[in-house]
């Protein structure tokens, strides 16, 4: 037997399973605590660009109305007919656009 060697019959299972079950809970206090710090750093930030926009929105002249015209109708129906023609696996030129509008 060697004298002054930490052996592993000398172990108490109890032991072995208090030590990984505190592992597992500082593992996960420190996880939530990251997860709030990077909650509150988010929420700052969001809470500084909806001021920034409110700022904006105020100096910045009002818009006028849109009368419903599309101005780039053809650009916008192509790429909405390309996009359901690849979904349904068909050719573009199966489809045809019968109304088109601005919601």
Do not use: Y
Not at 41 to 48: D, F, G, L, Q
């Amino acid at each position: 037997m060697v004298k002054g060697l930490f052996l592993a019959a000398d172990v108490h299972w109890a032991l072995v399973c208090l030590i990984g079950i505190a592992v597992v809970f500082v593992g996960l206090a420190i996880i939530i605590g990251l997860v709030e710090l990077m909650n509150l750093v988010t929420t700052k930030a969001e809470s500084k660009k909806k001021a920034d926009d409110k700022e904006e929105a105020q100096s910045a002249p009002a818009q006028t109305v849109s009368t419903g015209v599309i101005e780039n109708r053809d650009e916008i129906v192509a790429a909405v007919c390309a996009a359901v023609a690849e979904e349904n696996g068909t050719d573009i030129s199966a489809i045809r656009v019968v109304s088109f509008k601005k919601i």
